[in-house]
């Protein structure tokens, strides 16, 4: 059951050093995902992030590109990890996602686009 929800795996926790890099260096094979709620994404997000959120993520995810890198957030790191290992489980390329979620990008005053 563990594996269902990330808490073990192959995949890489990215700080938002590493991931903002990422998508400067590799921004056309690599998919950035919100998966935090509707009121969370108008809140504030990542630049040029899909938003896909977690309590729709089957039907969200189904638009995604197959050949991309997928890259995943939320708010501090834990439904990301949910939607890693979901993605995982749907055959798809899930990359990682971002340790400490958008609280930790914003602590870093990295930029969130509203």
Partial sequence: MLGWFGWGGDH????????RDL??????????????ENNEWVGGHIPGAVHAP???????????PKDKKLVFYCATGM????ALSYAKRLGLEAEGHLGGGL?????HDFPVKR
């Avoid at 260096?25 to 950035?32: F, R």
């Avoid at 977690?54 to 995604?64: H, P, T």
């Avoid at 609280?103 to 602590?107: A, N, P």
Wanted: charged share 35%; aromatic share 8%.
């Fill in 103 to 107: 609280s930790e990008w914003r602590r």
């Fill in 79 to 82: 439904r990301s990890r949910t």
């Fill in 54 to 64: 977690l309590s729709r993520f089957a039907a969200a995810i189904a638009d995604i």
């Fill in 12 to 19: 890489k926790n990215y700080s938002p050093g590493e991931l």
């Fill in 23 to 36: 998508m400067r260096e590799h921004k056309k094979s690599v998919v950035v995902i919100d998966v935090r």
